[in-house]
């Protein structure tokens, strides 16, 4: 039940924030020997959890778009679209790639790389963007908007991050940096509950809830640990920016690859 409470609370902790937490899910299941439920209801429960957290801090603005989306030419109708537009190239690589890149690149290995040279990016990017330019999410644009999809794509390498994928491609797009999280934080749910679903199907035959204390445990903590963290984060992001987290990132990856290499 500690491990189920710890993978939760990494889960709320890494879903939204540029680091990965697919990465540290599987350095921490390694680290812990972790074993969930069968047919990988653990996982995606926790996920779940992350994304109600996102869905009860925008539900506001949700029905707002919602409800005025289908009006023309309205800033809801091109929050919709942009939205729509970054889902896209994650719907389509996703559909295509996810079983050759689970089976080839889930490994710590490759997380622990992955984390180093995101970092690595993210700080090179933080020092070098221009002043940004757009600063709502309808005046992002459908260009603009295919880009940051393409770099959401990125992400379903483990340990490249999400999140950090998406806020990144916006920044170079002259998204300002909350924005950009706001923006990577709501075109999260429709693309977790497109994965979810599809890893759902995926695994219909293994599903299995024996466990159900794990999966609740774990449920529970990703979603008030999400809530607390995505309101942090819009809170501050626009005075920290995003450096401290490139260098967690970099510092996360040597370690583990010194662990790794110890055995």
């Not at 996810?98 to 970092?119: D, K």
């Not at 908007?145 to 991050?161: D, E, H, K, R």
């Amino acid at each position: 039940m500690f491990d189920a409470f710890l993978m939760g609370l990494v889960e709320g902790l890494t879903e939204f924030l540029p680091i990965s937490s697919t990465g540290h899910l599987i350095l921490l299941g390694e680290l812990i020997g972790f074993q969930g439920p069968p047919g990988k209801v653990f996982e995606i429960s926790i996920q779940l959890g992350a994304i109600l957290a996102v869905i009860v801090i925008f539900w506001r603005k949700l029905l707002d778009v919602a409800l005025g989306m289908w009006k023309p030419r309205t800033p809801q109708r091109y929050f919709a679209v942009n939205i729509a537009l970054a889902f896209l190239p994650a719907m389509v690589i996703g559909a295509t790639l996810h079983g050759t890149i689970t089976s080839l690149l889930f490994n710590p290995w490759v997380v622990c790389f992955a984390l180093i040279i995101g970092g690595v990016v993210i700080i090179v990017i933080e020092r070098t963007i221009r002043v940004p330019t757009i600063r709502s999410i309808p005046e992002i644009g459908p260009l603009a908007a295919v880009l940051i999809g393409f770099g959401q794509a990125l992400a379903m390498i483990p340990g490249t991050s999400r999140s950090g994928a998406t806020i990144i491609t916006a920044l170079l797009c002259g998204v300002d940096r909350k924005t950009a999280a706001e923006f990577s934080f709501i075109l999260a749910i429709p693309t977790m509950l497109a994965a979810t679903a599809y890893s759902l199907l995926k695994a219909r035959n293994e599903i299995s809830f024996d466990g159900l204390s794990l999966i609740a445990i774990g449920f529970i903590t990703a979603f008030v640990v999400a809530l607390v963290t995505v309101r942090a984060v819009m809170a501050v992001i626009g005075r920290i920016g995003f450096t401290p987290f490139g260098w967690y990132r970099i510092a996360v990856g040597l370690v583990m690859l010194a662990v790794l290499s110890l055995g």
